[in-house]
């Protein structure tokens, strides 16, 4: 709404006064006049006062309102609160974006900072009571229509749990080689190399780059339960006979079954048999995610609580050597699976193969070259200290499951980059 800002002009002809002489001051009379002009007269001097119409709007009177407002005392006080907001925003999408690993960190830091909740835990069992709730929530939001979305991409996921399963778990033999004290941390990561793909990780990263989330998620569903039959088996013939340890197979199988393949039952038959479980857990994945991290993150906070006597006494620079050698193993894992892609691609018909889709190849890259924490610390937790301390087993293997998430992240963010260049090329 548009409105008239009024500027008073006034004219007035000097007055001038004798030395000594008081002057009296007399109240003005106003006349108007039909132009807008109006005139002062008083005291026998008139001043002529004329009033300039200038055109103003509602928005400039409340934009200047606004920048009066700040530049007032409290101006100073505004802007720094502003700031914090935002970067408490920041932090907050940060720890979301980035739970799991900052859990498990949490974890370990909490054992080590103060072992006694964590003693006490583990003689109330909580670590299993934390694999069997991850598996529910594993069971409650698998879908069955995804896994029978993977079907048209068969051969890439017959050879994603032939790797998974029985090619990878050589290069056990690979880190048994490797001389290291204390020996709980070679043998600990040669455990590692004999589990199935991780339980979310691998699906989150594939549907972050675009590949076949469906694909994903078969390989990730059908390793973990052909796994539990399987893991016992590569134990005894790749870990025990380097350790000289022998492995109760058939216990630590009917025990795997138990905490795994029970509870992924019970979470699929729930989600199946009732639609508002179904919906629930569709609706609030988000929420089942961090209540599963929360569940991983008992598992490092209990065996780092467990053994922190132990883990004080190894020496830093060995600690760090463990991790680079989870890193060393990640890497292996990639460029061999990076490899087994680009001969299957060649041999079955290059371009047309189903090797050569991009989204197959994310997939199969990212699942097959992970290894699963979970599983690992239920095997250890069967094993009862057969190959060591358990914490000494499990804290390697926590710094490479962190290691493989930061990893494989850094990797999606430059296919995407990499995607968008291209594309950006591509419309120019």
Not at 209 to 228: D, F, R
Not at 295 to 317: E, N
Not at 342 to 363: P, Q, R, V
């Amino acid at each position: 709404m548009a409105g008239t800002l009024q500027t008073l002009s006034l004219k007035s002809p000097a007055i001038t006064s004798p030395p000594g002489h008081r002057r009296r001051v007399q109240s003005p009379i106003t006349s108007f006049s039909p132009s807008g002009s109006r005139s002062l007269s008083g005291g026998g001097n008139s001043c002529d006062v004329h009033f300039i119409h200038l055109p103003i709007s509602s928005k400039s009177i409340r934009a200047s309102s606004s920048s009066l407002s700040h530049q007032g005392d409290g101006s100073k006080e505004q802007l720094p609160q502003v700031k914090a907001g935002n970067w408490t925003k920041s932090l907050l999408k940060f720890a979301s974006n980035n739970f799991l690993p900052l859990a498990l960190i949490g974890g370990v830091a909490l054992g080590l900072a103060n072992p006694t909740p964590g003693c006490i835990a583990d003689r109330l069992y909580l670590s299993r009571f934390s694999s069997f709730g991850i598996f529910v929530i594993s069971g409650l939001t698998l879908r069955s229509d995804e896994i029978g979305a993977a079907a048209e991409a068969w051969q890439v996921g017959l050879f994603g749990l032939a790797s998974i399963l029985f090619f990878t778990p050589f290069f056990s033999k690979v880190i048994l080689l490797l001389k290291l004290q204390p020996q709980e941390f070679v043998t600990g990561l040669a455990i590692f190399c004999c589990m199935p793909t991780t339980l979310s990780s691998g699906i989150a990263l594939t549907r972050l780059a675009g590949g076949n989330s469906a694909l994903a998620l078969a390989m990730t569903v059908i390793s973990n339960l052909l796994g539990i039959l399987i893991i016992p088996f590569s134990i005894s013939k790749f870990i025990a006979s380097g350790v000289g340890v022998s492995v109760p197979t058939e216990q630590l199988f009917r025990s795997l079954i138990l905490t795994l393949l029970v509870p992924l039952i019970l979470g699929k038959a729930l989600r199946e048999s009732c639609k508002g479980v179904a919906n629930f857990a569709d609706q609030n994945r988000k929420l089942l995610s961090v209540m599963s991290a929360v569940f991983l993150s008992l598992v490092p906070w209990i065996q780092v609580s467990r053994s922190r006597t132990l883990l004080l006494m190894v020496k830093p620079a060995v600690f760090f050597l463990a991790v680079w050698m989870g890193v060393l193993l990640h890497a292996l894992l990639l460029v061999f699976n990076g490899l087994a892609i680009h001969i299957l691609s060649t041999i079955c018909g290059g371009s047309k193969s189903a090797f050569a889709k991009k989204e197959n190849t994310s997939a199969l890259l990212l699942v097959a070259s992970q290894k699963t924490l979970p599983v690992m610390v239920a095997v250890v937790e069967q094993l009862g200290g057969a190959f060591g301390e358990s914490g000494l087993l499990v804290l390697p293997c926590v710094a490479a499951h962190l290691n493989q998430i930061v990893v494989d992240s850094f990797l999606v963010s430059f296919w995407l980059q990499k995607e968008h260049a291209f594309d950006s090329a591509k419309a120019a």
